[in-house]
C-alpha cells in the first residue's frame, strides 16, 4: 500500500510562461481573449482578461479549464447528450464548448486551461500555444 505519492505540478513560472504565450497568439490573431490556468484539482493557478476581450467570456474560460483539468480531455469532448445536465448539475462549473484543454507532461494531468473571447477555433489555437510554451504534452481540441 503506498501512502504517499510523487506528483509533477504547474509551478508559477510555467503558469506565467502559458498565459505569456497565450496573449502573445491572441494578439497574433487580433482577438483579445480571457485566459484562466487550473492545477488538477481545479484550484486558479493564474487567470488574465485581455483589454478587450468579452467579460463574460471569463466564465466560461473558467469553465473550460475546469472541465479539461476534471475529465483530462478538451472541453469540446464532452458529449452532446450531457452537456445541458453537466452545466446545470455544476451550476456552470463544466462545459462542452470548444476552448478548454488538459495540461498534460509526459502523460500526467497536471491541470487545465481555459480561453474564451473568440471562435472556437481562436480559442484553442491560442490554449494550444500555451501548452506549447512550457513543452507540455500536444492535445488537438
Known amino acids: 500500500m503506498n501512502l504517499f505519492i510523487t506528483q509533477t505540478q504547474l509551478t508559477?513560472?510555467?503558469?506565467?510562461?502559458?498565459?505569456?504565450a497565450a496573449v502573445a497568439k491572441a494578439e497574433e490573431?487580433?482577438?483579445?481573449?480571457?485566459?484562466?490556468?487550473v492545477d488538477a484539482g481545479g484550484e486558479l493557478l493564474g487567470e488574465l482578461r485581455m483589454t478587450g476581450a468579452k467579460?463574460?467570456?471569463?466564465?466560461?474560460?473558467?469553465?473550460?479549464?475546469?472541465?479539461a483539468a476534471s475529465t483530462g480531455a478538451p472541453s469540446a469532448a464532452m458529449p452532446?447528450?450531457?452537456r445541458m445536465a453537466a452545466g446545470l448539475a455544476t451550476q456552470?462549473?463544466?462545459?462542452?464548448?470548444?476552448?478548454g484543454l488538459p495540461v498534460r507532461k509526459d502523460g500526467a494531468l497536471l491541470g487545465g486551461i481555459g480561453v474564451g473571447s473568440g471562435s472556437g477555433e481562436q480559442d484553442i489555437a491560442v490554449a494550444q500555444a500555451a501548452l506549447a510554451a512550457i513543452g507540455a504534452d500536444e492535445t488537438a481540441g
Open 29 to 37: 490573431i487580433g482577438q483579445p481573449q480571457c485566459i484562466v490556468i
Open 55 to 67: 467579460f463574460l467570456s471569463r466564465r466560461s474560460a473558467r469553465a473550460k479549464a475546469l472541465t
Open 92 to 99: 456552470g462549473g463544466v462545459t462542452g464548448l470548444p476552448g
Open 80 to 82: 452532446e447528450t450531457v
Open 12 to 20: 508559477h513560472y510555467a503558469v506565467m510562461a502559458m498565459l505569456e
